[in-house]
């Protein structure tokens, strides 16, 4: 598989601004609908993304059904894993490092980088403060519920978030990434990825699953 990042003029000065922006500039959904796990993890509930570039920032763009919602982790770096979550990993040099940026429904952000899931080191706050966030979700605690639930959610993600790495643009550059949807303590857990992956259990932090994503340049 392939993403391809498309390269964009708009500057929003809000994360609340890029649906809109995405709709104008015709950025195409993508469906995050790989059920790597269907036998021990049945559930599956429809989620996709949108992503683009935008000068020094990537926008992506969350789009999510599903029958239970939780929302506990009400501060960065927490456990938002353990939510109704999306997440996006990302490497950007060929050098075995990738980042973690994950996000619950409610806007909590962990963003973590290093070569394998143990010994991540976890950005900053500052880091974090950088990440503009949107949620159609307001930001307080979601106990367990079950029913039918829509939320969207808007990272504006700028380059200082990949503060392992020098990178003066991304205009232009081939990385590798993979996009998840997951929730570890909803009422029917799941773990849903964009690009196929190959291990027996469910493990997000597999590089070589990533697939290729190649930001286009202007």
């Not at 601004?17 to 104008?24: A, F, G, N, R």
């Not at 770096?77 to 490092?97: Q, R, T, Y």
């Not at 996000?103 to 503009?132: F, H, M, P, W, Y």
């Not at 303590?185 to 990533?210: A, G």
Request: with cysteine; proline share 5%; glycine share 6%.
């Amino acid at each position: 598989m392939e993403l391809i990042i498309k390269n964009i003029a708009a500057h929003p000065s809000d994360a609340s601004e890029v649906p809109s922006i995405l709709d104008k500039e015709g950025v195409e959904w993508n469906a995050i609908d790989c059920h790597n796990w269907a036998v021990d993890y049945p559930y599956k509930p429809q989620a996709k993304f949108r992503i683009a570039y935008s000068e020094n920032n990537m926008m992506i763009q969350y789009d999510v059904d599903e029958n239970s919602i939780r929302a506990m982790a009400l501060t960065d770096n927490g456990h938002v894993w353990e939510d109704s979550c999306c997440e996006l990993f990302i490497a950007p040099k060929n050098d075995g490092m990738y980042y973690n940026i994950e996000c619950n429904c409610i806007g909590t952000l962990l963003i973590g980088v290093g070569t394998g899931r143990e010994n991540r080191q976890l950005a900053s706050q500052d880091i974090l403060d950088q990440v503009k966030r949107w949620s159609s979700l307001e930001h307080k605690e979601i106990p367990l519920q079950k029913g039918m639930f829509h939320w969207q959610l808007v990272l504006v993600i700028p380059i200082s978030t990949f503060f392992m790495h020098h990178l003066g643009s991304l205009s232009g550059m081939s990385m590798n990434c993979n996009i998840y949807k997951c929730g570890d303590k909803l009422c029917e857990p799941h773990f849903l990825s964009w690009s196929p992956m190959t291990s027996t259990v469910p493990d997000f932090h597999r590089i070589n699953d990533f697939a290729k994503c190649i930001v286009r340049p202007k």
